[in-house]
T-cell receptor, first 113, second 113 residues
Framework: AQSVTQLDSQVPVFEEAPVELRCNYS??????LFWYVQYPNQGLQLLLK??????LVKGINGFEAEFNKSQTSFHLRKPSVHISDTAEYFC???????????FGTGTRLTVIP | DSGVTQTPKHLITATGQRVTLRCSPRSGDLSVYWYQQSLDQGLQFLIQYYNGEERAKGNILERFSAQQFPDLHSELNLSSLELGDSALYFC????????????FGAGSRLTVL
């Protein structure tokens, strides 16, 4: 069965510092990879996605992620965070042939002024 | 506004009761997915419908049921409610059954007292 591991449940970081949120998945078949963001009291918003092509994908709000097939990872990065980036971030995997997204348990990013 | 509409936003009810959550997908989307988000279980896939037919089932309890109507809106019925059913219930939609980019609604927060 597919599993998605987000290694850090909470990540505090100072404003304007870089951040990396880690995500690993287990799958023996082709996958599509996603990061979603959930701001307080809101639904999930798509941050970025990897479907094919370049392994470095850029998303909204200055975030990017790199797909590493050999490491089965899809870590999310931002070179300089803002207070407004404080939110919960979810990594998700769609296996080819599946009918739903599998989500990780989420990483709460807190940006400290 | 993601285009996926969920009602009600908040619902408080008692154990043993039954509630119905409603979802209208984004215009043009034929697939609807239901997810449950709780503190201890994270985001769990419940069920998927495509153009009125059930396509995939996840960790949905027998006390829960869903359907998608001809106008493509969907309803999630939760019965014999227990305290542990308190959670945020998300609906998401996509263009077709195999599409992997989901657009999420803002969620319905259910509190069972």
């Amino acid at each position: 069965a597919q599993s998605v591991t987000q290694l850090d449940s909470q990540v505090p970081v100072f404003e304007e510092a870089p951040v990396e949120l880690r995500c690993n998945y287990s799958s023996s078949v082709s996958v599509y990879l996603f990061w979603y963001v959930q701001y307080p009291n809101q639904g999930l918003q798509l941050l970025l996605k990897y479907l094919s092509g370049s392994t470095l994908v850029k998303g909204i709000n200055g975030f990017e992620a790199e797909f590493n097939k050999s490491q089965t990872s899809f870590h999310l990065r931002k070179p300089s965070v803002h207070i407004s980036d404080t939110a919960e971030y979810f990594c998700a995997v769609w296996e080819t042939g599946a009918n739903n997204l599998f989500f990780g348990t989420g990483t709460r990013l807190t940006v400290i002024p | 506004d993601s285009g996926v509409t969920q009602t009600p936003k908040h619902l408080i009810t008692a154990t043993g009761q039954r509630v119905t959550l409603r979802c209208s997908p984004r215009s043009g989307d034929l697939s609807v997915y239901w997810y449950q988000q709780s503190l201890d279980q994270g985001l769990q896939f419940l069920i998927q419908y495509y153009n009125g037919e059930e396509r995939a089932k996840g960790n949905i309890l027998e006390r829960f049921s869903a359907q998608q109507f001809p106008d493509l809106h969907s309803e999630l019925n939760l019965s014999s409610l227990e305290l542990g059913d308190s959670a945020l219930y998300f609906c998401a939609s996509s263009v077709d059954s195999g599409a992997n980019v989901l657009t999420f609604g803002a969620g319905s927060r259910l509190t069972v007292l």
